[in-house]
């Protein structure tokens, strides 16, 4: 029965070990396959622009539109380039339904002979060289078709129409760039040759280049002078703005962190899981030799036995060995089963969509074997070791062997584990309280019970304004507004001269075209000035609030009122529009708890101008009621109008998606580790309550009692955890300091996070080392100091 | 001092019931010095167990000073113990990990005397056992006839009324066995009834009276030379 259990926590250890490693190779392995797919994947490059202005350099992923084109047209080297311009809230209209589609882009007609895509339907050659034709992905064309064949069928794309002029393959989830259709750039034609130093200046689409197999990036980015003299610097000097660019190879790209590029891994976050793997298998192969030790004297008699029949030390140390082997082995096997349990989570967490077959992939598999195989040898090496050495002569007396150096590595190993318990538990804790504090912190403006309806620009202001009085007929909507941006969403950062002591001062500043009711809808406090007031017409195009932060920016300080900002220049440099200051308003994010309050102004439309949000505020927890009636009275109303509606809080948390995800991971990985860090400690109390039996039956013959014992084995065991509290506190509050500092809005470190894991490892451990000592304690001391 | 009325003690496993002790009835009385022989598995070890208030018979009586303690808790038999009764073993039982002097002192730490005390009582035993000069070794630096010694340095240490070796010499030498025979004679001569488990008969001698077990009872409890004339005449 014993040594079932035995058998049970070794195996269960191990597979924990496992199941944690596979887990994190399957991940590695999949993070460091990203893009590799594309055959050319070696010769392609993302380039990225840096820009100076107003003093401050942004990094961009994207670039300007011309940029490609002229690189490809000056540079020799460059075999081909592709262009990415992302396009999100696409109405899509097929005859049955219809869709809201965020991941379409348009791009050139070259992205078949660069990037490698596998078609369904259709022909790459030619596929995206006439304007209005997209491809679409099977899941795409199946969503919108019923089919993977839909090459030739005609769809509707925010009110005009397309052909389908291919259907391809779902693009692989290892790629940086993920999407659901691709429109030809063609579409785009006239939008893109507008006057060419307009467009230098804003940076729109990801430009892609693939260079000829012996051509360097650097031979191309090193010799930029000319280029720059001939396209960058007419139109930069405008704004005496500077700009320059890098290339990323393609394949690096899924770890870059850079503006507006999508998603990327963090390398440091990767080692991290690698080193927690490891941490995992050497943890369960440690508490695999603990409980295997711990057995020694109940498996010496065996050894005699076997020696006395003529059994080698080699055939000993051979036969644990298999034994080791087999239990990993036997733990492999668990482990796939534990696999097929946690692995949905897993897939929540890291957005993946691993599944068993993946685990099945021959070199994926072949990691394992390695993995199961270094696991078993390394749990059983020692114990192996040591019985294969005993002499049968010894093993028959009551003699029993000094341990001194593999029980100071047993107790350091229980220090490192306890110590990485309690800042696993102490990091969740913090990431908790840090997101806790960024989801209550005062951000200066309202976004509860507020949703937007997003316009896109399409309808007219007109039409805007009879959705808008229509709707304020619902009981449950209290007012609206509206809106070109809305907090936590996507804003234009323009160039302005604002007004200088001496001429002007070249400046950045995010831009929010708004209605008059806005400033009251978000509850911004005016804290000096006035409110726009749409009725007065001089208020149109000619008047401006901001905010304290470009007040000051600006250099502006108390008197900033009255005070003018030009901007919209055109091709000579000369801004067509001059805004005065009417008010100013209280700092408020409007981007998200992840940036910090910028310049802004908001400003109202002028003719031309339109919004691209309705907002809309409910009463509170109405919201279901409120969407629903939206969205029947636009179907009835404005049946062209897709009803896009979203929580506008939904931006400001989505910001901190990565974070959630971090502190979930940090809880799992914690529970984990207590988990194996407990059944470690259970195995090595167990194997020192086994060692020690004979000192405690001594003890108590001479009068000790059980409760004293209890206090020997436990401040014993006391010292070791204090000792990994130690350890954890300054590394876990070094660590945890450091990541909040990545916060611009951040909580203060208190020991409480601390206190409570250092609590929780005691009680833990406690518990653990007193059921073995408790039972070794409560022996008859005649049982251990037995001499016949 | 020690008075048992009809002693049993039985050990049952699943499916066996082994009988160690059958109707054990002796008396020893304060000053003597008494030696328990008999072959193997005759239960002495049982019965020193249950002198030594290690362990409780099944049934019977067991009058300890006076005390008839023979359904005491493990609780006031540790009491009863660590007051009166003072231990030493074939295998000496030393903790390995404490030193000499640590060993010895253990005993007095369990009494609760203050560490001068202390410090006091285990330097007098050391020197008059002959191993004070070792008392900063441990265990396994020293001879069997040290740690011996050492044991018996502690079994001593609180002044017990009472010594219960168990096969003191069985791992010694003669000569080392010898010096410890002579240690408990002299313990004896001062006052200190020792009771002793063995095999040895040349240890025996020593003893005052032999009370000699066979499958769990007393065959013969005789004044020591008696036995011999009686076991040279049986043989």
């Not at chain 1, 598999?365 to 192996?384: E, R, V």
């Not at chain 1, 620009?457 to 959705?467: A, M, T, V, Y």
Request: proline content about 4%.
């Amino acid at each position: 029965m014993r040594s079932k259990l035995y058998a049970a926590i070794n195996i269960f250890c191990l597979s924990v070990g496992i199941t944690g490693a596979i887990l994190i190779a399957l991940l590695l392995n999949h993070e460091l396959s990203y893009d590799k797919y594309h055959l050319n994947h070696q010769n392609i490059y993302r380039i990225e622009g840096h820009y100076t202005l107003g003093g401050s350099t942004d990094h961009f992923a994207i670039t300007a539109p011309p940029l490609a084109p002229a690189l490809k047209e000056e540079f020799s080297g460059v075999k081909n380039y592709v262009r990415f311009h992302d396009t999100p809230n696409l109405s899509v209209r097929t005859q049955e339904a219809d869709f809201i589609e965020n991941n379409f882009f348009y791009t050139d007609s070259t992205v078949f002979d660069v990037f490698t895509y596998k078609f369904v339907s259709g022909q790459p050659r030619g596929a995206l060289s006439q304007p209005n034709t997209v491809v679409l992905t099977s899941s795409a064309s199946n969503k919108f078709f019923g089919t993977t064949q839909a090459t030739g069928e005609i769809i509707r794309i925010n009110n005009e129409n397309y052909t389908v002029t291919a259907v391809i393959e779902d693009v692989p989830l290892n790629s940086h760039l993920l999407f659901d259709g691709l429109i030809s750039i063609a579409t785009l034609e006239n939008a893109y040759t507008i006057h060419p130093n307009y467009f230098w200046s804003i940076s729109v689409n990801y430009t892609y280049l693939q260079l000829y197999d012996d051509v360097t990036i650097e031979s191309i980015l090193e010799n930029m002078d000319d280029f720059n003299r001939k396209y960058i610097e007419p139109s930069g000097s405008l704004l005496s703005a500077k700009a320059s660019f890098t290339g990323t190879p393609l394949t690096d790209i899924r770890f870059k962190v850079i503006q507006m590029s999508p998603p990327a891994a963090s390398k440091t976050s990767l080692m991290i899981l690698l080193v927690v793997a490891a941490f995992l298998v050497v943890i369960a192969a440690v508490n695999y030799t603990n409980l295997a030790t711990a057995r020694t004297t109940l498996r010496a008699k065996e050894i005699g036995v076997r020696k006395s029949a003529g059994a080698t030390s080699s055939q000993i140390l051979w036969q644990f060995l298999c034994e080791s082997l087999l239990m990993a082995f036997l733990a492999l096997l668990l482990s796939l089963l534990l696999i097929e349990i946690v692995l949905p989570g897993f897939n929540t967490l890291t957005d993946k969509a691993f599944t068993i077959t993946d685990v099945l992939q021959p070199y994926i598999l072949l990691q394992l074997i390695m993995i199961t195989t270094i696991t078993g040898l390394m749990a059983g090496a020692y114990p192996s070791f040591i019985l294969s050495r005993m002499n049968p002569a010894r093993i028959l007396k009551p003699v029993h062997h000094k341990t001194g150096g593999s029980a100071l590595l047993r107790k350091i190993l229980v220090v490192f584990q306890f110590a990485i318990s309690v800042i696993l538990i102490t990091g969740t804790l913090t990431v908790r309280e840090q997101l806790d504090f960024l989801d209550n912190k005062d951000k200066g403006i309202s976004l509860e019970n507020r949703l937007a309806l997003i316009l896109n620009g399409e309808p007219g202001n007109e039409r805007i304004k009879r959705i808008q009085d229509n709707i304020a007929e619902n009981p449950h909507i209290l007012s609206t507004s509206k809106s070109s941006s809305i907090p936590g969403g996507g804003f234009n950062t323009v160039a302005v001269h604002a007004e200088a002591d001496a001429g002007n001062y070249d400046a950045k500043i995010t831009t929010n075209i708004v209605d008059e009711k806005f400033i009251d809808f978000f509850e911004i406090q005016i804290i000096e000035g006035r409110n726009f007031h749409e009725d007065t017409p001089g208020d149109h195009a000619n008047t401006a609030i901001i905010n304290q932060t470009a007040a000051k920016y600006f250099g502006w300080h108390d008197n900033a009122l009255g005070k003018t900002i030009k901007w919209q220049f055109d091709q000579h440099g000369i801004p067509q529009t001059e805004l005065k200051v009417i008010g100013i308003m209280q700092d408020h994010n409007f981007l998200n708890l992840n940036n910090p309050v910028t310049p802004l102004m908001l400003q109202l439309p002028n003719e031309e101008e339109s919004y691209n949000y309705l907002n809309i505020h409910h009463a509170e927890g109405k919201s279901q009621e409120v969407i629903q009636y939206l969205e029947d009275y636009l179907r009835r109303e404005e049946p062209d109008l897709l009803p896009n509606i979203q929580f506008i809080r939904q931006g400001y948390s989505e910001s901190f998606s990565y974070e959630e995800k971090l502190g979930a991971i940090f809880g799992i990985f914690a529970l984990v580790c207590i988990l194996v860090s407990f059944l470690g400690l259970f195995g090595l109390s167990s194997f020192m309550a086994e060692q020690r039996r004979r000192e405690v039956g001594i003890r108590k013959v001479l009068g000790s009692s059980g409760r004293g014992i209890l206090a020997l084995f436990i401040r014993e065991f006391a010292i070791l955890i204090l000792t990994a509290i130690l350890i954890a506190a300054p590394v876990s509050w070094f660590l945890l300091d450091n990541w909040l500092d990545g916060f611009i809005y951040r909580i203060t470190m208190t020991p409480l996070p601390l206190l409570i894991a250092s609590l929780s490892a005691i009680v833990i451990a406690m518990v653990t080392v007193s059921y073995h000592t408790l039972k070794t304690a409560r022996m008859n001391p005649v049982d251990t100091l037995r001499s016949e | 001092m020690i008075k048992t009325v009809d002693l049993t003690k039985v050990f049952r496993t699943e499916e066996v019931e082994t009988t160690a002790l059958n109707k054990v009835s002796f008396e020893i009385k304060e000053g003597e010095f008494v030696a328990i022989m008999g072959p193997s598995g005759c239960g002495k070890s049982t019965l020193l167990n249950i002198l030594g208030l290690l362990d409780n018979p099944s049934n019977g009586q067991y009058h300890f000073l006076d005390n008839e303690v023979s359904s005491y808790s493990e609780k006031q038999r540790a009491n009863l113990r660590k007051k009166n009764i003072g231990f030493v073993f074939q295998n000496f039982n030393l903790i390995d990990e404490l030193s000499v002097y640590e060993n010895v002192e253990l005993p007095l730490i369990y009494l609760g005397y203050s560490s001068s005390e202390r410090k006091k009582r285990v330097e007098e035993v050391l020197t008059q056992m002959q191993i004070m000069h070792r008392k900063n070794h441990f265990p396994l630096q020293l001879s069997g006839g040290q740690q011996q010694r050492v044991a018996v340095s502690r079994a001593v240490v609180a002044k017990p009324h009472i010594i219960l070796a168990d096969e003191p010499t069985g791992n010694l030498d003669s000569t080392h066995g010898d010096e410890v025979m002579n240690l408990l004679e002299e313990l004896n001569k001062n006052g200190t009834t020792i009771i002793m488990v063995t095999h040895s008969q040349r240890d025996a001698s020593y003893a005052q009276r032999i009370i000699r077990l066979f499958d769990g009872q007393i065959v013969t409890e005789d004044k020591t030379t008696e036995f011999v004339l009686t076991s040279v005449s049986q043989q």
